[in-house]
């Protein structure tokens, strides 16, 4: 079984950043695919980012592309997502997600985190 806990949301404003961090524990880390969902209020949840075991393969929603940065520290059990050039149509809570093998939009991951808030004003 594992655990993630996401931390690291806020308020900041358009054009700002922040880095978004989860941490895994309960498992082997290195043994999982991780990825980043969001979701707005009245909107369906999107898949934004996975990052494979070693990190030598990454995936990235077209609407995050060149913002957004997923990263992993197998050793410290944490998966990252830097996001830049933050937009206020980017508010919404923000999940951590780990599964043994890749997924997608379609393919759910099997341990969710419990989400954070980020939210950007214009």
């Known amino acids: 079984q594992v655990q993630l806990v996401e931390s690291g949301g806020g308020l900041v404003q358009a054009g700002g950043s922040l880095r978004l961090s989860c941490a895994a524990s309960?498992?082997?880390?290195?043994?999982?695919?991780m990825g980043w969902f969001r979701q707005a209020p009245g909107k369906e949840r999107e898949l934004l980012a996975t990052?494979?075991?070693?990190?030598?393969?990454?995936y990235y929603a077209d609407s995050v592309k060149g913002r957004f940065t997923i990263s992993r520290d197998n050793a410290n059990m944490t998966v990252y997502l830097q996001m830049n050039s933050l937009k206020p149509e980017d508010t919404a809570v923000f999940y951590c997600a780990a599964n043994p093998t890749y997924f997608s939009s379609t393919i759910v991951p099997r341990y969710w985190g419990q989400g954070t808030q980020v939210t950007v004003s214009s």
């Open positions: 309960g498992g082997t880390f290195s043994n999982y695919v």
């Open positions: 990052i494979s075991w070693n990190a030598g393969r990454k």
